[in-house]
């Protein structure tokens, strides 16, 4: 397996409609160009969910996840928002996951006509190399898939896993978890977006 090394902080977000205006606004003028101009973010994406929930997915690629710990992402964070930002997060409901890349090491995002968001929850450590060699049994054959990374989020309350998956053309409506057998009991989201367009 290769190295492990680069973090993710990835965002997904449903604003209510009375404010999808301001918030598009927000992320596109602010939030994202604020967070990509930092040391240490290598990619700042925005995504559309088609179908599901939540409506918004914003990627950021970290060096690590020591990234998030720097004084310049804790000068725009937290209690050091921006008074637009505080004024738009205290009315969306926010999903916020940081997790470490445990394969393939250092990819970053790359651009395609979708990307698969697919969450296991509760799934201990230990287990981790028989969740990516599942991972990349369910995605790698496929003719579609561009890029496939698997990370891992230590929670308070266990561990959990994220599979994102690059995917040019775009997958079937209805992806196939067959291939995961004891670990497809553990999946409880799997999401496909396509990336945001500006103004689109």
């Known amino acids: 397996m290769a190295k ?16 999808e205006e301001e918030f598009t606004a927000w992320y596109d003028t602010e939030h994202v160009p604020e967070r990509a101009a930092l040391p240490g973010f290598k990619s700042a994406l925005r ?3 088609l179908s599901g929930y939540p409506r918004y997915m914003a990627i950021y690629d ?10 310049e992402y804790q000068a725009v964070s937290g209690q050091n ?6 004024r738009v997060t205290s009315r969306v409901q926010v999903y916020r996951i940081v997790g470490k890349q445990v394969y393939p090491g250092d990819a970053v995002t790359q651009r395609s006509s979708r990307a698969v968001l697919l969450r296991m929850r509760a799934v201990g450590p230990e287990k981790e190399d028989q969740i990516v060699a599942a991972l990349r049994a369910t995605f790698e054959g496929r003719p579609e898939t561009r890029g496939l990374r698997v990370f891992r989020a230590d929670e308070a309350r266990g561990t959990d ?5 690059e ?6 409506q ?3 978890l067959r291939e995961l057998g004891q670990f497809a009991a553990n999946v409880d989201m799997v999401n496909i977006y396509a990336p945001y367009s500006l103004g689109g």
Do not use: A, H, R
């Open 4 to 19: 492990k090394g680069n973090g993710l902080l990835l965002v997904l977000m449903q604003p209510p409609s009375t404010l």
């Open 47 to 49: 995504y559309v969910n």
């Open 62 to 71: 970290l060096d690590s996840v020591e990234t998030l710990d720097t004084p």
């Open 81 to 86: 928002f921006s008074p637009w930002t505080k």
């Open 161 to 165: 896993y994220f599979c994102l998956v």
């Open 167 to 172: 995917m040019t053309p775009p997958p079937p």
């Open 174 to 176: 209805q992806i196939d």
